[in-house]
C-alpha cells in the first residue's frame, strides 16, 4: 500500500467519523427542540440555520467517503454485458468523468466561497458568518477528487480496485 | 441598428403575482424604448436558482437580470439593508424614489459585481397574530416568524422566539400552534388565505420589505451604446416609484389595512402613541447596530450617521418617513 | 445551434455516459453544465457549477432525508425486521406461498419506518430470501416478491420520493405521506393476491412450513411492538400535527436508536456505523439532486419544460386524456430511468401542465411516486431488481424480473384504481385539522 493510499485511508476514516457525529448532533437537536418545545420561555436561537449548515457539510464529507468505497448509483445495465477489456475502458471513463466533475465544482466553488466571504452573509439569530460552513464543506469536496485522480491514476498503472468485484447499483 | 439582445430576467415569486406584472411591465418599457432590440426572457418562480442565490445569479451570469429581496442575504447589503430599520419608511412610493436614487452613490462599492438598476421597498407591514399583541412586552414568550435578520434581534431581545418557516410552511404552522406571531404585510395576509388564523393585527407601519434590480456587468457592457441608454433610463427613482405604486396599488384594492377594520372575525389593534413609543424605544438599539455595522463593512468612507441622515432628509422632504 | 437541438442533443449525451457506468448525478450535473455553457456561456456555467452544490446540500427541507434513512438503518440493524419476519410467517407460513405473503407483509411493516425503497429491498434480501430458497422456493418468485416488496417502501410513509417531490412542487411533505397510506395498504394487498394467483397459477413444490401455535404466533408478535409504536409515533405526529415532517424524522430516528439501545440490540459502535451508513447513502441521493439540479437549470434555460408543456396542451386531448398520457409516458419512461433521476427531471416539465389541467398537486404526488416505483421493478432498468442481484449473486436478472411480473400486474391494476378514485388517496390528508 503507497503512503498516498494509507493517507487516503486514515483521513477517510476520520472524515466518516465526523460526518457521522455531524448527523447526530443535528439529529439530537431537532429532537431536543420538538421536546422542550412545550415548555415556556425555552429556546435554542439559530437551530434552523445551524442544522441546515451543519447537514451540508456532513454530507459532503460523505460524498468524499462515497468517493472512497466507490459506492454511486449508476446503471450497469449495458456494463454487465460487456466482455472484460471494455468494462475496464468504461470504469476508467466513469472514474474520469467524475474526477473531472468533482475537480471542476472543488476548483469554482473555492472562488464561489471566497465571495461570500467577502460578502458578509450571515445567519439568523447567531449571526455566524455563513462561509466557514461552506469551506468545511469544500474540504469534503476537495478530498474526493483527490480520491477520484488517485482511482484513475491507479486504473493508468494497471492497479485493480477492490471494488470493481461486483457490487452493481449500491445504495 | 442595434443587434438583437435577449436578456434573462430570473426572480421568485410566482408568474401572475404583482411584482412578476411590476417587472413585466418594466421589461415591455424596455423594449419599446429599445426599438424591440433588447428583448426580455422571463424566468420567474425559482426557475433558475434559489430564491436567496438571485443575486448571486446576476452577478455570475447565469440570469442577467435578477429581482432580489435585499434582506434574503443577511449581512451582505449593510447600506441597503437601512430599510430594514422599523418604524422608518412609511410611504412605498415616494420612499422607494428616494431609496433608490440614494442608493445610486453606495451601489458601487456594496454591489460591486453587477450593475445596480433600482431599489423599492413595499407598503408598511406589520404584526400579526392568533393573540393579542399589543404592547413589546406581549411579544415574550411568543414563537415569532421573522421578515428580516434585524427584526429576528428585536424579536430575540424581547424574549421572543424566533420560528423560521417558509410561506408555503406557514398555514401548517399556525395550524398546528407551531408559531404564533408574524411580520407580514397586510395584503400577503389574504394571498396566502391565512386570513381566518391570523386574527389579531397591531396597527402600526413596523417595517417594509425591501427589493432590488440588479443586472449582470458584462451583459451590460455587451449592450450597444443607445441600448445602453435605454436601460439606464429606465434605472432610476422614478421607475422604482413606478413599480412600488403598481406593487401599493394593488395593496390598496382589496386586502389593505382598512379592509380589516370592522370585519367580525378580526381584531385590530391601534396602539396608542405612548405604546408606540414603547415599540419605537425597543426598537432604538438596532439603529445603533446598524451604525456600527456599517462602519465595519468598509462599504462607504462617509459617516453612516451622515448616511442615515441623508436618507432620513430625502424622505422626510418627501413625506415619505414615518411620523413621529 | 436551436435550444431545440442543444436539450435533444444533451438528453443523448446523458443516456451515453448513463450507459457508460458514470454515476447518475455526476452524468447530469456534466451535461447540465456543457448544455448551460453553450447557452449562456462558460463563466455562467461554472459558476452554477460551483453554487448549485452548496445550496442543495445546505436546504432545510432536505434535512429529513438522512434522518428517516437513519431510523431505517438503525431498525434493520438491530433486527427489528428479521423479528418482522419471524412474526409474519409465524402467522402465514403454513400456508401455499405463505413465506412470499409473509415477505410482502413484513415489507409493509419495514417500509412504515424506511423510506427508501432500496433499503427494504436490500434488508428483505437477506433476511427472506434464503428462508424461502430452504423451503424450495423458485428464485424468480423469491426474488420477485422482495423486488415488488420493496417498492412499497416509497409510498407507506415515510418516503424519499414523497419528501423529494414535496421539494421540488412546494407541496406540504406531511399531506403527501399521510396521502401515501391507503395506496400503500391497496398495494399489499394486491401483492398478496397476487403471490395467491400464482400459486394457485404455477403450484410449484414448495415444502410448507409447520403451522405455528397461537401462542408462539403472540409470542413473535411481542417482537415488533417497537415498530408499531415507532411507526404511530412519527406518522400519528404528522398527522396530528404535533411536529413537521423534518421534525418528525428526527423523532423517528432518536425513537429508533432509543428503542434498540433500550432493547439492548445496539451498541455504540452500531450506532456509528448506522449513522456512517445514513451519511454514505445520503450523500449519494444528494449527488443525484444536485446533478438533477443543474440539469434542471439547463433544460429550463432551453425552455423545453414550456414547449413540452404546450406540446401536451396542445394536443387537445382532455384533461383525463392528458393525464392519462403523462401517466403512459411516465410508465415507459420509467423502464429506462432510475427513480431519482425521474423524479427530478420530469416533475419541472409535467408539474406544470398537471397544475394547467386543475389536478390535486397531492394526488398527482401519489400517482407519480406510484408510476416511478413500477419503474423500479420493470426491465430493462429496474433497480430493485439489480440491488436484489447485488444481495443474491446466483440469480440472473432475467430470473428476478420473470418472478416480478405478476406484481407489474397488479401494480398497474392499482395505478388505474387511484388514477379514477382520487379519493382513495386524497380523503386522509383532507381530513388532517
Ligand atoms: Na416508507
Ligand atoms: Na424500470
Not at chain 3, 418482522?84 to 419495514?110: Q, Y
Not at chain 3, 409470542?219 to 396530528?240: K, M, P
Not at chain 3, 424524522?249 to 449513522?275: E, P, V, Y
Request: proline fraction near 5%; charged fraction near 15%; include cysteine.
Amino acid at each position: 500500500m503507497s503512503s498516498f493510499s494509507r493517507l487516503m485511508r486514515a483521513s477517510v476514516g476520520t472524515v466518516n467519523i465526523l460526518a457521522a457525529i455531524l448527523l447526530a448532533t443535528v439529529t439530537l437537536l431537532t429532537f431536543v427542540m420538538v421536546v422542550l418545545r412545550p415548555l415556556p420561555g425555552v429556546h435554542v436561537p439559530g437551530v434552523f440555520d445551524l442544522s441546515r449548515l451543519m447537514l451540508g457539510v456532513s454530507i459532503f464529507w460523505g460524498l468524499a467517503v462515497a468517493c472512497y468505497r466507490g459506492s454511486h448509483i449508476r446503471v450497469d445495465l449495458v456494463y454487465q454485458a460487456m466482455p472484460r477489456v471494455v468494462r475496464k475502458a468504461m470504469d476508467l471513463i466513469a472514474d474520469t468523468a467524475f474526477a473531472v466533475f468533482l475537480l471542476l465544482m472543488s476548483w469554482n466553488m473555492a472562488g464561489y466561497i471566497l465571495h461570500e466571504m467577502r460578502a458578509g452573509l450571515k445567519t439568523y439569530e447567531l449571526n455566524l458568518p455563513v462561509w466557514p460552513f461552506y469551506a468545511l464543506a469544500w474540504l469534503g469536496g476537495v478530498m474526493g477528487c483527490a480520491i477520484m485522480i488517485g482511482r484513475v491514476t491507479a486504473r493508468l498503472a494497471g492497479r485493480k480496485l477492490a471494488e470493481d468485484e461486483g457490487n452493481p447499483d449500491e445504495q | 441598428q442595434d443587434s438583437q439582445v435577449t436578456l434573462r430576467l430570473a426572480h421568485w415569486v410566482p408568474p401572475g403575482n404583482t411584482n412578476d406584472i411590476g417587472l413585466h411591465i418594466w421589461a415591455d418599457a424596455v423594449t419599446e424604448a429599445s426599438g424591440g432590440s433588447i428583448q426580455f426572457q422571463f424566468f420567474p418562480g425559482q426557475q433558475l436558482g434559489k430564491a436567496a442565490d438571485h443575486y448571486n445569479m446576476a452577478r455570475d451570469g447565469i440570469s442577467d437580470l435578477s429581482w432580489i429581496a435585499v434582506s434574503y442575504s443577511p449581512g451582505a447589503f449593510p447600506i441597503a439593508g437601512v430599510t430594514e430599520l422599523p418604524f422608518f419608511v412609511g410611504d412605498a412610493v415616494a420612499g422607494s424614489v428616494e431609496i433608490s436614487d440614494w442608493y445610486e452613490e453606495y451601489a458601487p462599492t456594496e454591489m460591486p459585481d453587477v450593475k445596480f438598476c433600482m431599489m423599492y421597498v413595499s407598503t408598511p407591514g406589520s404584526i400579526h397574530s392568533t393573540v393579542p399583541i399589543r404592547v413589546p412586552d406581549d411579544l415574550k414568550g411568543k414563537r415569532v416568524r421573522p421578515v428580516n435578520e434585524r427584526l429576528s434581534r428585536l424579536v430575540s431581545t424581547l424574549g421572543g422566539q424566533v420560528f423560521q418557516v417558509t410561506v408555503p410552511e406557514m398555514r401548517d404552522g399556525l395550524e398546528r400552534g407551531l408559531f404564533d406571531t408574524t411580520f407580514f404585510r397586510w395584503k400577503s395576509i389574504v394571498d396566502f388565505h391565512l386570513t381566518e388564523l391570523l386574527t389579531y393585527h397591531l396597527d402600526m407601519p413596523m417595517y417594509v420589505s425591501h427589493f432590488a434590480l440588479v443586472m449582470n456587468r458584462s451583459a451590460y457592457e455587451r449592450l450597444s451604446d443607445d441600448q445602453k441608454a435605454v436601460i439606464d433610463d429606465h434605472c432610476n427613482g422614478a421607475w422604482a416609484g413606478k413599480m412600488a405604486a403598481n406593487w401599493a396599488g394593488e395593496e390598496a384594492e382589496d386586502g389593505g389595512r382598512d379592509a380589516y377594520y370592522g370585519q367580525e372575525s378580526q381584531t385590530v389593534y391601534a396602539p396608542s402613541k405612548d405604546e408606540i413609543r414603547q415599540w419605537k424605544d425597543a426598537a432604538a438599539p438596532l439603529t445603533e447596530q446598524w451604525i456600527s455595522e456599517v462602519a465595519a463593512s468598509g462599504h462607504t468612507r462617509k459617516d453612516p450617521q451622515v448616511v442615515l441622515e441623508e436618507l432620513r432628509n430625502r424622505l422626510g422632504s418627501a413625506g415619505a418617513l414615518v411620523e413621529d | 445551434m436551436s435550444s431545440d437541438a442543444v436539450a435533444l442533443l444533451g438528453f443523448a449525451g446523458l443516456f451515453l455516459l448513463i450507459a457508460a457506468r458514470v454515476p447518475v448525478g455526476v452524468a447530469l450535473a456534466l451535461v447540465g453544465t456543457a448544455g448551460f455553457a453553450s447557452i449562456a456561456g462558460i463563466d455562467p456555467a461554472l459558476n452554477l457549477l460551483a453554487s448549485s452544490p452548496l445550496s442543495a446540500a445546505t436546504d432545510y427541507s432536505l434535512g429529513l432525508i438522512p434522518m428517516f434513512i437513519l431510523m431505517g438503518v438503525v431498525t434493520s440493524r438491530s433486527g427489528m425486521s428479521g423479528e418482522l419476519f419471524a412474526a409474519a410467517s409465524a402467522f402465514l407460513g403454513h400456508r401455499k406461498g405463505g413465506l412470499a405473503m409473509a415477505t410482502i407483509a413484513t415489507c409493509g411493516g419495514f417500509a412504515a419506518i424506511s423510506g427508501s425503497s432500496l433499503a427494504t429491498a436490500a434488508t428483505m434480501s437477506k433476511i427472506a430470501v434464503p428462508e424461502m430458497r430452504r423451503h424450495g422456493y423458485p428464485d424468480s418468485i423469491s426474488t420477485g416478491t422482495v423486488a415488488a416488496g420493496g417498492t412499497l417502501g416509497i409510498l407507506i410513509p415515510p418516503s424519499i420520493a414523497l419528501s423529494i417531490y414535496g421539494v421540488l412542487t412546494e407541496q406540504d411533505i406531511g399531506k403527501l405521506f399521510i396521502a401515501g397510506i391507503v395506496p400503500g395498504l391497496i398495494a399489499m394487498v394486491f401483492y398478496l393476491i397476487a403471490v395467491a394467483a400464482y400459486f394457485t397459477i404455477s403450484k410449484p413444490d414448495v415444502t410448507l412450513q409447520e403451522r405455528a401455535s397461537w401462542s408462539k404466533r403472540l409470542h413473535a408478535l411481542g417482537g415488533i411492538w417497537a415498530i408499531v409504536i415507532l411507526f404511530l409515533f412519527v406518522i400519528g405526529g404528522i398527522y396530528g400535527g404535533f411536529f413537521t415532517p423534518t421534525e418528525a424524522a428526527a423523532m423517528g430516528a432518536c425513537g429508533a436508536i432509543l428503542l434498540s439501545l433500550f432493547r439492548g440490540k445496539l451498541n455504540l459502535r452500531g450506532l456509528l456505523d448506522s449513522l456512517i451508513e445514513s451519511v454514505t447513502v445520503s450523500a449519494g441521493i444528494l449527488l443525484i439532486l444536485i446533478g438533477a439540479h443543474i440539469f434542471g437549470y439547463f433544460l429550463t434555460i432551453t425552455q423545453s419544460p414550456q414547449k413540452i408543456a404546450a406540446l401536451l396542451l396542445g394536443l387537445e386531448l382532455g384533461r383525463w386524456g392528458t393525464m392519462l398520457l403523462i401517466v403512459a409516458f411516465l410508465l415507459l419512461l420509467g423502464c429506462i430511468l432510475d427513480t431519482m433521476a425521474m423524479i427530478v427531471l420530469m416533475i419541472p416539465i409535467l408539474f406544470p401542465v398537471v397544475m394547467q389541467l386543475g389536478f390535486d398537486p397531492i394526488w398527482f404526488g401519489v400517482i407519480f411516486v406510484m408510476a416511478v416505483e413500477l419503474g423500479m421493478i420493470t426491465p430493462p432498468i429496474g433497480i430493485n431488481a439489480f440491488i436484489i442481484r447485488a444481495m443474491v449473486p446466483d440469480v440472473p436478472v432475467q430470473t428476478i424480473f420473470r418472478g416480478i411480473f405478476p406484481f407489474i400486474v397488479v401494480d398497474i391494476l392499482r395505478l388505474l384504481l387511484v388514477f379514477f378514485v382520487p379519493a382513495l388517496a386524497l380523503f386522509l390528508p383532507n381530513s388532517m385539522n
